[in-house]
């Protein structure tokens, strides 16, 4: 007897249509897998027979042939367990032919007693099989959170096979999910830009940042704040639009991040990884290709304390993902493309010791040490940070001061306004802030007036910019601006985002130029 | 006693058991090639080849442990070369293990022992 059963597969994260066929024939008793499976799938075989048995049916003592198509994509993980086991039964006609076999998507590892346990890559696999028309799931109760917040499928958890068996059968053991809405949580955070004293410049540069999406490089000697500032940045990102939930949670659902949580993110992510990260880790890799830091920083913070502490050509790889915002992970038996569209946030010290310009220590590092330290930051990588912002010692009145700063809620209100002008703006051109703008889009969106135009002109020749650099203080402007609700671009506008550029000249001029 | 008698005697009480059980017996001791198949049993639709493994006491371990992989490829191997000459294709096929203690004359019946 031959069943089908429709399941899924995920290639990165976007997913393919698996049929599991199950054949069961007479002749010399065996167990085939075939359709590319990897180890964890061959390993069902033992699964599927011990939860079968331990439901309370039987285990065709017969020729035995399950096959997952499409034949030609490798099929990965325990995800095929209970499909496999629905197949069997079906094929075997322990469970009765019913409309329900063909109209399901079935997803879940079975544990030995017939338990299912969840599986990683829910979200985009349902989302994925609702294009294809699929319209009724069932799945791991541990995965009901992911996949009830996709709009028009029917969601089914169950415990385990016996619960699915008997719903199968017409029983109603199983009920549909509630369709989840999402909203984005207000959150607690435990760091606030009103417990940073001082660095105006500094918490001004976070918030354009934080507005447009933009790269920040905060340089400054040992204990200035920059680390606890970066930290800070969470607390003034504009609030998550589903959009952008749906994509962060799909890449966490892909990593296995996503286990024991809401089901859907809630808040953009903070990533910061150590220093002694390595390229896979960062940009993503493995033999399964899996998504690395700075897709899990999408659409959030990827922040990289001790910046030039981190391998040379580490660093070099980030440049193509900053660009392009996706990166394409390809091994041997994997190419996964994810999305990688994080604001960079790096900090550094000024040279080895740290005191390099300190108005109140004496730097002890020689010029080619220091030279040396900062030339671990290439030029286009330079180019690619967009604000680059000082930070010095905090004075005693500073510190001491009784006075808070302006809360972290006040200055998100006003990055949340500069946001929604962009996505207002940017709605027929499928990007959603600032930094996104291709260099085709700043000539249509960033129009400068006659001033800006002429103070940037002057600063190109000055600072030795180049062509990259320009676009980037052209979005950098175009933030400012939309902070500033003013649809034009002014000569004022233009003149703070230049003004986040010189640092380069005063560090890097004499070693590089 | 020696263990041809033995093996001999596991047998006998064996089948005796399985003829209880409502098997009938095809044959005997089977053997092609180099192969051996110690008890071949009908029941219904189904063919079963099944090993016979006497036992006088636990020293040596349970029957069911040797069965090893070469042993299981053996029967297989033997059940196939039943089939071509009986061109029984048409059939379910199991292998059982027969458990056999001779001490207490109790069998212990593993069915579909393995596969291929």
Redesign the interface.
Known sequence: MLAKIKSYGLMGIEGFAVSVEAYVS??????DTVGLPDAAVRESKERVRAAIRNSGFEFP??RVTVNLAPADLRKEGSVYDLPIAIGLLAATEQIAPSPLLEECLFLGELALDGTLRGVPGILPMVIGAYGQGIRKVILPRENAAEASYIEGVEVYAAENLRQITAFLGGEPTLTKEKTRTWDSASIAYSMDFADIRGQQGAKRAAEIAAAGGHNLLLVGTPGSGKTMLARSIPSILPELTFEEALEITKIQSVAGTLRGTEGMASERPFRSPHHSASTASLIGGGTRAMPGEISLAHYGVLFLDEFPEFRKETLEALRQPMEDGVVTITRATARSTYPAQFMLVAAMNPCPCGNFGSRTAQCRCSQGQISRYLGRISGPMLDRLDLHVEMSEVGYEDIASKSRGEPSAVIRERVNKARSIQVERYKKEGILFNAQLTSRMTGNFCILDEGAERLLQKAFASLHLSARAYTRILKVSRTIADLEGSEKILAHHVAEAVQYRSLESKYWGDTRR | MNNRERGAKGERIALAYMERQGYTLLKKNFRAERCEVDLILEQGDTLVFAEVKARSGSGYGFGREAVTPAKQRNI?TG??AYLLQTNR???????DVLEVDLLTEKVEHI??AF??
Do not use: C, H, N, S
């Not at chain 1, 007479?26 to 167990?31: D, I, K």
């Open positions: 007479r002749g010399m008793p065996a167990y003592v017969q | 297989i059940a196939q294709f048409e059939a379910d096929i199991r292998f069915k579909d596969t291929l």
